[in-house]
Each structure stands twice: as C-alpha cells, then as structure tokens.
C-alpha cells in the first residue's frame, strides 16, 4: 500500500506543467475612429473599418498554425462597429462575426471595460484554463487602452481601461510564460510597467507610436512608425 501510494505522488510530481491546466488565447478589437471626423485631420485615424479586425485574424492563423485545436477567444467592441456601420461601409458587425466560424474562434461582444475584465478574470474557469496569449488591437496612450477612441466623441474616448485600473485583474490568471502585447501607440512608455507590477506577467508596449496604415508590407499585423518594443 505504502509503495502504490508512494508511486502516485511521484507520477503527479513528475507530470508536466502543461498537464495541470488548458490554455486560452485571448485577441482584444478595439473600436475604430469614425472617418466622418477624421477625414479632416491631419493625419486622419482609422481611414479603413478593418484597422483592429485584420490583425486579429493574422494572430488566429498563426495561432492555429502552432496549435491546430487551440483554444481562441476573440473579444470585440460592439459599439464602435455599430456606430461605424452608419457610415454606409456596410454590415460590419455581420462581417466581423461571420470571421469568427472561419477560424473556430469564439466571438464575444462587449461594451465596457468591466466586461473585458470579468472575462479576463472569470470567463474561464481560471485555475483549470489560463491565459497563453493575450493580443490588444486598439487605440492607446501610455495610460490606458481606448476601446471607442473618437468613435463616440470627437478626438476622445467614453471607454477605456486605465492603468491605474489595472489592480482589477486577477493575479493567477495567466499560464506559465504568457505572452502579452499591446499593438497600440505608446503602452511601453508607462501602461507596461503598470501591467507587470499589476498581474506579475510582462507585457510588450510601443514607446513612440503604432502605424496600422502600412499593415499590408508586415503580414497584417501594425508596425512602429517610431521608437521600439518594450517590456
């Protein structure tokens, strides 16, 4: 009896990390700048409606790539692309949500930061699920993500998630090694350090600015048009 129990914890203590938990990986769509205002500024944000919905499908096929069955969730801002929609640019909100059958991603709305926190915290029963990859496709500044930047209101935001908020998630959430990136302007300058001392996970931000006009030439994915990456 001593010997079988003895053989049971030395299969548990040797079992892999990766065997204690699954893992979710996690794409953020913010909302883009109605063009009605921006077509005026020099220059203008967000000429295309696709500016944060075609990068996330690069990261889905390249997460695929890597792991044919993986777990994706895609969270986007509803609100923006209904306002947006008004434009005439077409149905987007029935196109961004016919994307996500073509990828086995699951698709959830949602229209305020508390959502994106409590599906972040609880959407996954988190001790059994962790977070792999977390991707933020959105406007920023180095203090906070913008979810609805000059979408809502001229040049300004009614939605945003704060650094100084960030103590709101969850410690424990993230799996081992985790990778998150902020493809906004600015995260690296401040938001960053905030999100590591916050969650205990790095968090890669631009210092300078993101450039999502000349995502075409890098895979679909934005690129700096000044600075660099940081942790």
């Known amino acids: 009896m001593h010997r079988l129990l003895a053989l049971a914890l030395l299969v548990v203590a040797t079992a892999p990390a990766s065997a204690a938990y699954q893992k979710e990986y996690i794409v953020v769509s913010g909302g883009v700048s109605l063009y009605q205002w921006e077509k005026f500024k020099n220059p203008p944000h967000d000429r295309w409606w696709g500016n944060f919905i075609r990068p996330a499908v690069t990261r889905f096929q390249e997460i695929r790539a890597a792991d044919p069955n993986a777990r994706i969730t895609w969270l986007v801002?509803?609100?923006?692309?209904?306002?947006?929609?008004?434009?005439?640019?077409?149905?987007?909100?029935?196109?961004?949500?016919?994307?996500?059958?073509?990828?086995?991603?699951r698709l959830i709305w949602f229209s305020s930061p508390d959502q994106v926190i409590n599906y972040l915290n609880a959407g996954q029963p988190r001790s059994q699920v962790k977070i792999a990859t977390l991707d933020w496709f959105l406007h920023s500044n180095k203090a906070a993500f913008m979810f609805d930047y000059s979408n809502e209101i001229d040049s300004a935001s009614k939605s945003w998630l704060h650094e100084d908020e960030l103590g709101r998630i969850n410690r424990g959430i993230f799996a081992r090694n985790a990778v998150v990136k902020s493809w906004g302007c600015h995260t690296g300058e401040s938001m960053s350090k905030k999100w590591k001392r916050a969650t205990g996970v790095p968090m890669i931000g631009a210092v300078g600015k993101t450039d999502y006009a000349v995502m075409y030439r890098n895979n679909w994915l934005p690129a700096l048009s000044s600075g660099r990456w940081v942790r």
């Not at 609100?79 to 005439?88: A, G, T």
């Open 77 to 105: 801002h509803r609100p923006s692309y209904e306002r947006r929609l008004r434009q005439n640019e077409g149905p987007l909100t029935s196109w961004i949500s016919d994307i996500a059958p073509k990828y086995n991603v």
